[in-house]
């Protein structure tokens, strides 16, 4: 009997419910004195659309000599992105708490997650509620190595993965820049993938993006966005920069994001800025200037569906003939 009611009743009486929810809401709108409510509540509804939508600071950020200044200046603008901007995920540059140079790795170098520098991206994310990349920083590991290496940290302060550099940054470009991190660091060898909301992100450091095996092995793997902290130079900035961003979206049909130190022209390292996001059309979104800058982007992860609905390059790969695997 309760059957038969329900369903001779039941699509007349839907209007009528969602009437009474909408209704509830408009109540709670009108009579909530706190603003921050209205205003959170309204982002929610803006931002939720079946978690589709993850809105992502990055923060391209001076660096110096000072260490504990280098990290108050990270956490001052991670709170102040917060206030204003309500992301749900924020990203740090490449080695944004020390200088960059092969001298200055082991000098500068802590355990994760005991370290000053976990410890205060643990805290700041749980406070937040937010996810933090925290960019890279030089990491004292086992048997006394020195990796370059990034954190995530989950809005519950929780370290969730652990990146380090897998391909290191060996270069000798005549006439230009030479430099050798093997000299100093020894090189990952893990993959790193996050699920944010349902939504993987891989996660690379400034010369993994130039390995394009890399990116294919996270996209199988069903990532929908690569991140990478990064410290291009003044010489392959602007000669790499924007093309090997463009290149990995589009060969890989996903987002990229670069999150770079501000440019120093007094360093010794001198950082190209720019950081930049790229959608799965492998258009640029967003991007900075050279400065200190912050950037925002709303990252809707149903472009990624619809390009590789339209271009269907991944199930038109000849996989009698060729594949990209990992084999670790």
Same mark, same amino acid.
């Given at each position: 009997i309760f059957v038969c009611f329900a369903l001779q009743y039941l699509p007349q009486l839907l209007p009528f419910y969602f009437l009474l929810l909408l209704s509830s809401v408009i109540y709670l709108l009108k009579t909530s004195k706190s603003k921050k409510y209205k205003k959170n509540f309204l982002i929610y509804c803006k931002m939720s659309k079946a978690c589709n939508i993850m809105r992502l600071a990055l923060l391209q950020l001076k660096g110096s000599k000072d260490k504990l200044a280098n990290l108050q200046n990270a956490c001052?603008?991670?709170? !102040?992105?917060? =206030? $204003?901007?309500?992301?749900?995920?924020?990203?740090?540059? $490449?080695?944004?708490?020390?200088?960059? %140079? /092969?001298?200055?790795?082991? !000098?500068?170098?802590?355990?994760?997650?005991? %370290? /000053?520098?976990? =410890?205060?991206?643990?805290? +700041?994310?749980?406070?937040?509620?937010?996810?933090?990349? %925290? %960019?890279?920083?030089? !990491?004292?590991? $086992?048997?006394?190595?020195?990796?370059? /290496?990034?954190?995530?940290?989950?809005? =519950?302060? =929780?370290?969730?993965?652990?990146?380090?550099?897998?391909? +290191?940054?060996?270069?000798d470009v005549k006439g230009g820049m030479r430099f050798k991190e093997s000299d100093t660091l020894t090189a990952g060898n893990d993959f790193t993938i996050i699920e944010i909301d349902g939504h993987k992100i891989g996660i690379g450091i400034c010369y993994?993006?130039?390995? $394009? !095996?890399?990116?294919?092995i996270y996209r199988n793997a069903g990532c929908e966005m690569l991140i990478y902290p990064a410290a291009f130079n003044m010489t392959t900035g602007p000669l790499h920069w924007e093309l090997l961003q463009r290149s990995r979206a589009n060969d890989n049909q996903l987002f990229v994001a670069t999150i770079s130190p501000a440019r120093d022209e007094t360093a010794e390292y001198v950082a190209y800025g720019h950081s930049m996001v790229v959608d799965p059309w492998a258009k640029i979104m967003k991007s900075a200037k050279e400065g200190e800058e912050t950037i925002i982007a709303d990252i809707d992860f149903s472009m990624v569906a619809q390009v590789r609905q339209q271009i269907p390059i991944s199930c038109q790969r000849r996989r009698d003939l060729y594949e990209t695997s990992k084999k670790c």
């Open positions: 001052n603008k991670i709170q !102040e992105v917060v =206030q $204003e901007h309500r992301p749900h995920l924020i990203t740090l540059p $490449e080695c944004f708490n020390s200088p960059y %140079g /092969t001298k200055y790795f082991r !000098e500068y170098a802590e355990c994760i997650p005991t %370290g /000053t520098t976990s =410890q205060q991206l643990s805290e +700041l994310a749980k406070k937040c509620n937010v996810y933090i990349i %925290g %960019g890279s920083i030089p !990491e004292l590991g $086992e048997n006394d190595n020195i990796y370059n /290496t990034c954190t995530v940290w989950s809005p =519950q302060g =929780q370290l969730i993965a652990k990146h380090r550099k897998m391909h +290191l940054f060996d270069i993994d993006i130039r390995f $394009e !095996e890399m990116a294919r």
